[in-house]
């Protein structure tokens, strides 16, 4: 079963503008993780959020979290073409069955145009 | 942080035949994990590499399709077996130093087409 959900699906943006995407979850987590994975490759783990927090920040990357909504969102502020990629939200499995294994959304494919 | 090796980075198969991928991790890790990646798709769980025991495998996948060895804390094979050009995906494992709500790291993957 599906834990995350990314919205919109695809965003293309001009350089320099900056980028939300959002995660919706179903069932109440510890953590959400954010990946990025360009072009097919392995992903590159941005950033993990804990039910505790609100709001972390990473360079140009801020990641909100709000559990009351079961959503995350991820801002990326002045964008590069550099940071066309997909973009995955994460969360653990609800079981535990498999210890912390996620449950990956859609993902988003973010297209930024110089 | 983990460094993840994953070996071979791609492959053309023909169907019928079996591919063994390896992963090394830099250091000594809790939990390792096989991902699958249709193309076009998001990430599938296979199953969890447990050192020293079986597998977990998650619904839809079995063991003498996607055999797993876990020999030590830092290794871990995944074998595609009898191939079809369904299994073509890319395969990532995935590690958590720690069990319990830390960051997990991927491989670079192994992109893999079977003719």
């Known amino acids: 079963s599906q834990q995350g959900e990314e919205d919109p699906q695809a965003l293309s943006i001009q350089e320099g503008e900056n980028a939300t995407m959002n995660c919706s979850y179903k069932?109440?987590?510890?953590?959400l993780q954010w990946y990025r994975q360009n072009s097919g490759r392995g992903l590159v783990h941005l950033i993990l959020?804990?039910?505790?927090?609100r709001e972390k920040h990473s360079g140009r990357l801020r990641v909100t979290l709000d559990t009351s909504k079961k959503s995350s969102s991820l801002l990326i502020t002045a964008s590069r073409a550099a940071d066309t990629a997909s973009y995955f939200c994460?969360?653990?499995?609800?079981?535990?069955?498999?210890?912390?294994?996620?449950?990956f959304g859609k993902g988003t494919t973010l297209s930024v145009s110089s | 942080s983990a460094v993840i090796s994953q070996k071979p980075s791609r492959d053309i198969c023909q169907r019928g035949t079996s591919l063994t991928i390896q992963c090394q991790v830099d250091?000594?890790?809790?939990?390792m994990f096989w991902y699958r990646q249709q193309p076009g798709q998001s990430l599938t769980l296979i199953a969890t590499?447990?050192?020293?025991?079986?597998?977990?495998?998650e619904s839809g996948f079995v063991i003498d399709k996607f055999p797993i060895s876990r020999p030590n804390l830092t290794f871990s094979t995944l074998t595609v077996s009898n191939m079809s050009p369904e299994d073509s995906s890319i395969y990532l494992c995935?590690?958590?130093?720690?069990?319990?709500?830390?960051?997990?790291?991927f491989g670079p993957g192994t992109r893999l087409t079977v003719l």
């Open positions: 995935s590690v958590e130093k720690t069990s319990g709500g830390d960051t997990q790291y």
């Open positions: 069932t109440s987590i510890n953590n």
């Open positions: 959020i804990r039910s505790n927090e």
């Open positions: 994460a969360a653990p499995r609800p079981d535990n069955q498999a210890g912390t294994a996620l449950i």
């Open positions: 250091s000594q890790v809790t939990m």
């Open positions: 590499a447990n050192q020293g025991s079986e597998a977990t495998y």
